[in-house]
């Protein structure tokens, strides 16, 4: 009687938070994204398959609510030039150039990391999705006694997302962000993430998204957020027809 009734609660926990994912989503969100108005400075490192490095940049992201990004990029070879992000709307605004340029979320930026990666850090406003169940959170360790993850099914909620579907797997307590494989249009795995906390045991903020290549060249890209402080950036920044014309912003 005892064990049927202790399967029943488990159950009811367990249907719960399959009816919320919206709730977890949001919870694993701010791990990523502190408030809805940020600047994040942005470091991107590329590391070959023999672990030989490859490649840095920087980048300065204004990450805005109603899923609105720009990002400026700040490496010399890079410099002067702009993703803009409204929406499912993404342009790049080169500084010689009257035009911008309409790109995809996929649009590489270096290694792995696309603009979406860099433009986008809101899950809750983009996906819908279903608890799958507890896991292990390194599927490298099957052992009862290893740390296990509530795993989230996602679907995209349009088609301008940079991923179609995420595999998530999140912490059971606080529910950050642990690793995530990450599906395009044609529900081919393209990456897999990894997300490396401030703090391992009592997690704030996500430092640091590691991407692997699961179709290509095998590469490692290192997506580190240098730092993060709330800022909310004038309107006209997030209009592409006032950014070609300023190529210079403070």
Known sequence: MKTTLLFALALTAFAAQAQDVGALLKATDKFRMSSDNLQVETQINVVNADGTPDKERRYKVFAQARRQSLVLMQSPAEKGQKVLMLGDDFWLLMPESQ?????????????????????????????????????????????????????????????????????????KTRHEPVRADLYVLSDKLAKQARFVMDKPFAPTMVTEMVLSDQVSNHKTTHVRYLSRKDRQVPPEWLNPMFLVRNPSLD
């Open 99 to 171: 035009r911008p340029l309409r790109i995809t979320p996929m649009q590489k930026l270096l290694g792995d990391a696309s603009t979406g990666d860099i433009a986008t850090m809101s899950w809750a406003e983009d996906y819908s999705g279903k608890l799958v169940g507890e896991e292990p959170c390194d599927p490298a360790e099957s052992s009862a006694a290893k740390p296990t993850c509530l795993h989230l099914s996602l679907a995209a909620l349009r088609k301008g997302v940079t991923y179609q579907r995420i595999e998530l797997w999140m912490g």
